[in-house]
């Protein structure tokens, strides 16, 4: 049994809110830079340019890409053999959790969902656990902002309607969203599980880089049949018109019971935030 | 599609002159409200209590700034989703507040506002809360401090940079979706 000590995971997960808050990732910039270059329309050309001033400011000043900091989820892989000393894990998470945004300036953005009252502190965090075999704790973090979560879907679709009726679904979510997720955005997919599952698998798929192929062929071939439709829609950045609605699609499915074919959509916006660790 | 330079407070003559997809430089104070500061205002509408800012020729950004590190006026300060205010903005607009600050699409009630009101929808690059910061020079909270990131906050801005979404005579900027293009129909 391997001992780890929480002081280690608190600071670790406090690391990562504040560097995914102020540091876009190297994907999205290279994506950006792919798509403003197929552009033609003005306006398209303006957003790209004021998100690639935005991150490299960010980066400099240490100011935060957006003011939605995000809620804070994570998926973590938590090793068999592994004990975290001094806190439970899901308390070492939100102390990080609390510490980070408070020593990041990152916004507070939980509250009760009735009265609206700020949590103050950002927690809790919302966790994902996972038991893996082994002594390790892998811990992804993603800031999640609400514009774009307010923009995703779940619903439980036929058996009959099948891959057009998955198609037919996303494509409808990203149209009606528009210019609302802060477009160019990503979208996840989730397919299969449970009503509560699909989404999930639909979160955890946006952890995925851009610029990674679905180790699963048929999966592949769904993403980019849908990035091509998703894209002819014309929304483009910001909602401005342009060839650029989406800048990738990220599929997990998982199997689902006989009578079921549950679907989730989740948006990003294009400020993928998101990190992680192994200790 | 122009390109003019405002000050704060914005006249009857500013907004009638715009036209969607006009740019915009705006220079003055801009007050932040966003979901919970919009439910107080009404609340205190109701009561017939004063507002915390003139209302008359204002310019209200729909926006949660983060907090401001040490030496900066504020914290990143893109804009926020509007649609969450469009129950709230009609009466704004009645009561002379002449634009609005945000992204994302508008309701046909806050369209026929703009119209009936003479006021005007800005949009601001979402996500682009760093950059958008550099245009603030002061901020400083005048009412229901209590929110902490929905306060509502007097800003000084410089230049701030802002397209015409929706204008005061029913031109809109936005595009639609090309369903048919995408193969929906």
Redesign the interface.
């Known amino acids: 049994m391997r001992t780890l000590s929480a002081t280690h995971v608190v600071d670790a997960v406090a690391k990562m809110c504040i560097d995914s808050n102020r540091i876009l990732p190297q994907d999205v910039r290279a994506r950006f830079a792919e798509c403003a270059a197929g552009e033609e329309s003005p306006a398209a050309l303006e957003v790209f340019r004021q998100l690639t001033e935005n991150y490299e400011l960010a980066e400099k000043t240490g100011l935060p890409l957006c003011q939605d900091t995000g809620l804070a989820v994570f998926f973590v892989e938590m090793g068999e053999e592994l004990r975290i000393e001094g806190m439970n894990i899901r308390q070492a998470i939100n102390e990080g959790v609390r510490k980070g945004y408070a020593d990041g300036f990152l916004r507070k953005s939980a509250c009760d969902p009735l009265t609206r009252a700020n949590t103050g502190d950002n927690t809790p965090a919302i966790v994902h656990f996972d038991i893996v075999p082994g002594d390790r704790l892998k811990i992804a973090f993603m800031a999640k902002g609400g514009g774009s979560e307010n923009m995703s879907r779940v619903t439980m679709l036929a058996p009959a309607q099948g891959w057009p009726g998955i198609k037919k679904f996303v494509i409808e979510r990203v149209a009606e969203a528009g210019p609302n997720p802060c477009p160019p955005t990503i979208v996840g997919v989730g397919v299969g599980g449970t009503f509560d599952y699909a989404p999930i698998l639909a979160k955890k798929a946006l952890l995925r880089k851009l610029d990674d192929v679905n180790p699963d062929p048929r999966l592949a071939a769904m993403e980019d049949e849908l990035l091509e439709a998703l894209n002819m829609l014309g929304i483009g950045p910001m909602g401005l018109g342009g060839k650029t609605t989406c800048l990738g699609v990220k599929i997990a499915m998982s199997p689902c019971h006989i009578a079921s074919l549950p679907l989730a959509v989740n948006i990003q916006c294009h400020s993928s935030r998101h990190q992680e660790v192994e200790l | 599609m122009a390109e003019y330079s405002l000050r704060t407070p914005l006249a009857e003559n500013d907004t009638a002159m715009l036209r969607a997809g006009d740019v915009v430089r705006l220079t003055g104070t801009i007050y932040t409200a966003r ?2 500061a919009h439910k107080r205002l009404m609340d205190l509408l109701d009561q017939g209590s004063p507002l915390p800012f003139e209302l008359k020729g204002s310019v209200i950004y729909y ?7 040490p030496g ?1 006026p504020i ?4 804009p ?2 509007s ?1 969450r205010m469009d129950t709230y903005a009609p009466r704004l607009h009645a009561l002379g507040c002449k634009a609005s600050v945000g ?3 508008r309701s046909d009630a806050v369209k026929q506002a703009l119209k009936d009101h003479g006021a005007v929808y800005f ?1 601001a ?7 958008l ?2 245009c603030i020079t002061a901020s400083r909270v005048i009412a229901f401090d209590e ?4 306060a509502i906050r007097e800003l000084s801005v410089v230049d701030f ?1 802002l ?1 015409v979404i929706n204008d005061s005579h029913g031109g809109e ?3 639609q ?3 048919a ?4 129909e």
């Open positions: 979901d919970a926006v949660g700034p983060s907090p401001a590190p900066r914290g990143a300060a893109g926020t989703t649609y992204k994302g699409k949009g690059t979402g996500g682009a809360g760093a950059l910061s550099k929110l902490g990131p929905e940079p397209l900027l936005y595009v979706p090309d369903r293009a995408a193969g929906l």
